[in-house]
């Protein structure tokens, strides 16, 4: 079993940063890949950043050249850098664990951009 915890969302004005973390324990070598995904009011959960075990990333369209996925594995966590931030980058951000057959997510964290 993994277990995931995210910390680091916060309210920030429209051009700031912010940093998320996700911690992930228990069963690690099951995953293949933790990424980063975020949900606004009435959307859909979407992908914004996917780190790998290969060492690869991903960015949705709407946050590349402004965040960053990173990783450190002796911590067994999985960071966001996000810069630049824009009032629509506002949501719940998740972590999610790609296990093969299932995904396990994070309680998620709340990042608000303030125009």
């Known amino acids: 079993q993994v277990k995931l915890v995210e910390s680091g969302g916060g309210l920030v004005q429209a051009g700031g940063s912010l940093r998320l973390s996700c911690a992930a324990s228990?069963?690690?070598?099951?995953?293949?890949?933790i990424n980063w995904y975020r949900q606004a009011p009435g959307n859909k959960r979407e992908l914004v950043a996917a780190s790998l075990s290969s060492g690869h990333t991903n960015y949705g369209d709407s946050v590349k050249g402004r965040f960053t996925i990173s990783r450190d594995n002796a911590k067994n966590t999985v960071y966001l850098q996000m810069n630049s931030l824009k009032p629509e980058d506002t949501g719940v951000y998740y972590c999610?664990?790609?296990?093969?057959?299932?995904?396990?997510w994070g309680q998620g964290t709340q990042v608000t951009v303030s125009s």
């Open positions: 999610g664990a790609d296990l093969g057959i299932t995904v396990a």
């Open positions: 228990g069963s690690i070598f099951d995953i293949n890949a």
